[in-house]
Each structure stands twice: as structure tokens, then as C-alpha cells.
């Protein structure tokens, strides 16, 4: 007997079969359209080996599944989806099994990708869906980011991506970058945030240094006083003391074992190596500092607060190796890697030369010289670190004297290191002062942060090859790789740091990874618009200067003209107004010279191909009363007298911004060339005192004084150039005020001058000032 529902059960069967109905169209009808950016043109960083386009594209939204299988699939599945939701805001579903199918994107393991090449994968994009394929977890963790970029150049979370075919690997082995910790220190967050960055370049080696004469930054269980006395040290000037109680300001900071395991996990995540950096024999003041039976001199010393280059040295007793042994010992349980790096570098061997116990040691141990003694030096840490299965690798200078065969050389001098090193068959990385140096400035616009203003420039790290081409094709497999070097002495925040670091990373990836035949520098610049866009998804604080349009402005404020020059440092087209306005896409694109009427404002910006702007726009304001003024990035630098010059920042206030200051720390001297002298009887000088806190080692000599007259030397104002006559010498106090300037009001006679309308106007002080120096800060000419 068939029993009756009632109505009720009636009404929720019809109310099921709707519903599933529903759900049956829904599955089988087309995907709502949404609006979507087409990627007309991969923008990508570093340049592909191989890349074919295809035709049409694929449409990928929030709907569009993910499919991996196997763990190292999952995780570059994940990495990608991340990476997508951060820069466009698209929500990914969470990867499942399977392999690639109609409408989806598949990561894929697969043997026979690249299987000589264990960092290559390929990438294919058609109407029916993405597939990144990898014979390993390095492989596809590399395709996801490639595939990530093409997404992030687009904007929102619906696009269609262009089709193509990708098979790329890179060209070396070794694209590395260095980061000292020990003259300034970052947080654990901070160096995961510059490992995320390295790994978004294809970047594959942290070197971290994390010991030097400024701080001994490793946590030693063995010896705590490594981090206990050297890891603080007292900077120099106000920098180092309470404004309100007067006492010391330690600047301190290091690294647990347990943090580092931290950092060595999440590098291995992020496939990247980290190699650290022991150092020895010299920059080991902070060690000694903490140890001072470590050192050569019998007088203790504190944690290094000056620059350069230092004498302390470790001694060559048999309990210094040890020590240092000991040290290695539980660096390599820290770090898994093959290398461990220990310096070598500026070991100045005044200390062994003088001393009559080191002496002793080098007939004891039957070594001829202090070259053969750093060897020696070398030569134990390399037997050490071979028995625990580790591979050294040092700074150039570790040839001289001798080098084990095993041995890996940096080449940081320039390239000669690293050709005198293939040629003994020794392993090399490529890692020049004259092109790889991120502490150099980028640009010469006067807002760059401190650092050594001899530039290396986007350009030059781009154009760097690592593999030279006098070394011959059977050396050439030395050349491991390519490295970047970021020192801190002047670098205190991590905003600074990142400005150093990009966009040149960008450039240093393409050096490391893409084809030498295929890199093409007009091309990178045209690419670049569109990493600075991911830089901006990804909260990454990459230079503006390089984008930014800089002004040279020469004026006559007697007649009322002047004339502005624009130029962006990396040559991307400039647009300007002269109302005030923000310059845009319609604005007036500069061609020549700017002819203008005091008083003028020029707003000017440089701009992408697509109309968008590179950086904010820069104001450039001129009147006769700007014309009067140079302030100290304004002013040049005196010819062969002012060398090595250096960006500096001032030591004071404690917290907060401070002064930055262009200085020839050799023979301090400032020129204004041909500055208008016409109607000028007085001159108004904004000058500073900061500490002088460097060590030139053998280059002291070189440091001159001009001999002062006065208790505290003078103001000397020369016009004609620095070999003119004297126009001025205006005795100094012997302190500034509180805020550490003072403004000099100084006559001048320019009675003696063959000119006064274009006059090379040079500043120097007098006297030997050290501890501190002056420096001048603003010039103004005061008209009668």
C-alpha cells in the first residue's frame, strides 16, 4: 500500500528538486563574466631564458581552481595563490589533487624538465587553462613567482593572461646578496622581509655578516661575552648619549641561536642558502672587546664606533684557534649550508709586525711573512671547517700567502681577484666594489640617504658580467655566480636599507639569471614600471630618487632670468607645468631648457610609457632670493684636494631625523662655482660639528690641515678656487650651540679678485678638530 505524504513533506521535496536543479544549471552554465584586464605584454623580472607567445589567452578570476599533487606541488600552489591575494586582492581557492584540466591552474612535478638545470621550469598559458611544470620544489617555486608577476601586472582580481610558453633556468648558480648586520642591526622581521624580496628576484644566496670590529651579532653559547659586551657598542657623538641624563646610549642587538634557526628555515622555505660570515683575522675588534686575550695588544678595547679600516687584529696563539674553532663549531650546527664565509678582508698587519710574540709564532710555525701568516691564518679555518663538512670561502685578500685548493674566493676589489683565482682553479663569485656595492648612492639627487657617494648606478649593476670574457672557456666554470654587497655604516634604518636595495635588485637578478646575449638594458627600463608596481602591492620601499625629475637651475637674479634644466637619472620622459599644477599625462613633455622670468615654480615628474607616473611629482621653486643660497648637497666638491668624499649623517638628536652632510673626509672642503660675488660684501654660513669617526689605516697620511691661527681654528673663504686669494677668515667658537650648528656671519673683501661676477667660491676649515670636524651646512651671500 502506497502511503500519501502529507503536505508539508510535499512542499520541501518540490523545494530539494528545485534547488538541486538550480545548482545543476548553475554548474553547467558559463561563469558570470566579470571585468578583465588583459596583460598584453609580460613585463617580467629577470628576463626569461626562452619565451614564445601564443595566441588568445586564459581568463583567470576567483573561481579558477587550483590543482596540485605532492607536497612540493602544494607548496608552489600555495606561495602562488598568497602572492596573488596580497597584490590584487584575488582569493584562490585551496589547491586539490590533480593534474592539469580545462579551466585550471596546475602545478605539475615532472622529471623531464630541465633535469640539468635543478632551478628550471616551464610555463605554459593557453585558452584552456596554466600548467608550471618543474622537475623539483626549487623549479616550481620559480614558476609561481614568474606566473605571480604576470598576474600582479594587472590591476584588481579578474584577468586574462596573455598565452605563451616559458622554459627558463637560470644562467649561474650563485645570485647572491650580502647584508651586514653588524655595523647596523635588523630585526628578525626585517631580514625575512628582505628574504621574501630575494626570492621575489630568483635570488638564491643570503650572506649574512654578522661579525665585525662595530658588533658581534651570533650568539656564541660558548663564549656569551661575544654578545654580551660584543654586541653593544657606544656611537659616537650625541648619537651615544642621553640628551636629559648624560649617560651612555648603548646601540646593541644580536641574534639568538633560536632566531637564527628562524631565519635559516625560512631562507630554506624561500629556497634560498644562507652563508655566514666569521671574520678574521681583521675587523675583530668586537671579539677582542669581549675577549681581550683574542688580540695582539696587551691593552683592552671597546666595540668599535668609527668607520673603515681598522688595525686590531686576532693573535695567532694556539688558544685564538681554539676560540675560533670552537666558534665554527657551532656555527655549522646553525647553518646546514655548504659554505661558511670568514672573511679575510683589510687585515692591516701593522699589529703583527710590531709585536715580538707574533714575530716569535711566525719562526715557530716556519711562515716568512705576515702574508703567509694570514695564510696560516686562513689555512686552519679552512682544515676545520672541512673536517665538519663545509666548504670556506673569503674576501679576495684570502690569496695572498698562499690558499687552500678548496678554497672559494669573493672577489670584491674588482674583477682581478676573481681572474687570478679561476686561473689557480679555485671557485669564484663575482662581487666588485665598482659595480655591486648597494651602499654606494644610486642617483646624485641631493635627497639620496647617506652612504658613499661614489655611485653605482641601476645602469652598472646591470651591465655587470660576471663572466669575464679574458678568462678562458676552460675557467670559465669557476665562476660560480654574481653578488651583491650591502654595508651599514651608514644605513640606520630599515626604510634606508630598502632604498639601497631597489630597484638595483632588480637589476642584479637579471645579471644572475637571464642569458647574457638576451639582456638588453633599454628593454629592462621599459619592464621596470611594472616591477615598481609589485614593489608598491607588496609594500616594498624601493628608491624614488632614480624616478624622480631633478632640476639644475642657473639664474642671474640681477636681471631676472633663469634658466632649469630637467633630467631624470635612468632617462624615462619628463612633464612639467609652471601653474602650480601637478603635472600628468597632458602636461608639456620637456625638450630643452626651461628660459623663464623670476620669480617661477617648475613641477616636473618622469612618466612610464602608459601615461603613469614614476614617483611624486618634485617642485623646483626659483626667486632672486633662492639664488642666493647653496645648501650642502648644492655645493660641489673641491677638485684634487677633496677626496674621498662621503654622504654623512649628522649624530644628533638622539631620536628622530638628523642632518646629512657631503664631506671629503681627507681635507673637508666645499666649492660654490662661480658663485656672483658682484654686490656681495658678507657671506652667512650654516656650519655643523659632527664627530670624525673614521679609521684610514695606512691611508692617514693623506688626512691634511689647513694650520689654524685662532684657539679653535678658522672659517677660510678663498675665491678664484681653493689656490685663490683669501676673502675671508672668520675665527670659530669653541663649541656650536645645542643643537650642534652655528651661523657665521663673515665679511669678505673681494677686492683681490680678477672677477666677481663668476667666482669659484671654496670653504675649508682650519686646525686638526679630531675627535670632531666641521662642516658647512648652508652658504648664503648677503648682497650690500
Known sequence: ???????????????????????????????????????????????????????GGFDLDAATPLHADGEAAQQAARRFAALAARSNGLRLGVPTAGGPAPGTIAFVVDPAVSPEAPEGYALTIDADGIAVRASNARGLFHGATTLWQLVAQAQGEAMTLPALRI??????RWRGLMLDSARHFQSVDEIKRVLDAMALHKLNVFHWH???????????????????????????????????????????????????REVVAYAAALHIDVVPEINGPGHAQAAVAAYPELGVLDAPVPVLAEWGVNRTLFNVEESTFAFLE????????????????????????????????????????????????????????????????RRLIGWDEILEGGLPPEATVMSWRGIEGGLA?????????????????LDYLQTDAPDEPPGRPSMVTLEQVYRFEPVPAALSAAQRHHILGVQANMWTEHTRSFARLQHHLFPRMAALAETGWSPAQARDYAGFLERLPAQLQRYRALDIAYAQTPFQALATIDGDRRDGTARVTLRNPLGYPIRYTLDG?????????????????????????????????????????????????????????????????????DDGPLEGDRAIFDVTIFH????????????????????????????????????????????????????GGCDGPVLATQPLPAAPDADGFVTLDVPIDTGALATRRATDLCLRFTGDTRPTMWVVGAVTLQPR
Open 167 to 172: 622554459d627558463d633556468a637560470p644562467r649561474l
Open 668 to 719: 673637508p672642503c666645499w666649492l660654490w662655482p662661480a658663485a656672483d660675488l658682484g654686490d656681495i660684501d658678507r657671506l652667512t654660513v650654516r656650519a655643523g660639528r659632527m664627530p670624525y669617526a673614521f679609521q684610514l689605516a695606512h691611508d692617514e697620511p693623506q688626512r691634511t690641515f689647513l694650520p689654524a691661527a685662532t684657539a679653535h681654528g678658522e672659517l677660510q673663504v678663498q675665491g
Open 326 to 389: 670552537n666558534v665554527l663549531a657551532e656555527v655549522v650546527e646553525l647553518f646546514p649550508g655548504t659554505y661558511v664565509h670568514v672573511g679575510g678582508d683589510e687585515a692591516v698587519k701593522d699589529q703583527w709586525e710590531a709585536s715580538p710574540r707574533v714575530q716569535q709564532r711566525m719562526r715557530e710555525l716556519g711562515v716568512r711573512d705576515e702574508a703567509q701568516l694570514q695564510s696560516h691564518f686562513i689555512g686552519r679555518m679552512e682544515r676545520f671547517l672541512s673536517t665538519h663538512g
Open 581 to 649: 599644477s601637478v603635472p600628468d599625462a597632458g602636461s608639456p613633455r620637456y625638450a630643452a631648457p626651461l628660459d623663464l622670468r623670476l620669480p617661477a615654480q617648475v613641477r616636473a615628474a618622469a612618466f612610464a610609457a602608459d601615461g603613469t607616473p614614476l614617483a611624486p611629482a618634485t617642485t623646483h621653486t626659483v626667486d632672486a632670493t633662492s639664488l642666493l643660497t647653496r645648501r650642502n648637497a648644492e655645493l660641489s666638491v673641491c677638485p684634487d684636494i677633496g677626496r674621498l668624499l662621503l654622504r654623512l649623517e
Open 421 to 437: 683565482a679561476a686561473a689557480l682553479g679555485h671557485d669564484v663569485v663575482m662581487s666588485p666594489v665598482s659595480d655591486l656595492y
Open 210 to 260: 654578522l661579525t665585525d670590529d662595530q658588533g658581534w651579532r651570533i650568539e656564541i653559547k660558548r663564549y656569551p661575552r661575544l654578545t654580551e659586551i660584543g654586541g653593544c657598542r657606544i656611537p659616537a657623538g650625541d648619537g651615544g648619549i642621553d640628551p636629559a641624563t648624560g649617560a651612555p646610549v648603548p646601540y646593541c642587538g644580536f641574534y639568538t641561536q633560536d632566531q637564527i
Open 1 to 55: 500500500m502506497r502511503h500519501r505524504l502529507p503536505p508539508s513533506r510535499l512542499r520541501l521535496r518540490a523545494a530539494i528538486l528545485l534547488l538541486a536543479a538550480a545548482t545543476l544549471l548553475a554548474a553547467c552554465a558559463p561563469r558570470p563574466q566579470r571585468p578583465h584586464e588583459v596583460v598584453a605584454a609580460p613585463a617580467l623580472i629577470p628576463l626569461p631564458a626562452r619565451l614564445v607567445a601564443g595566441d
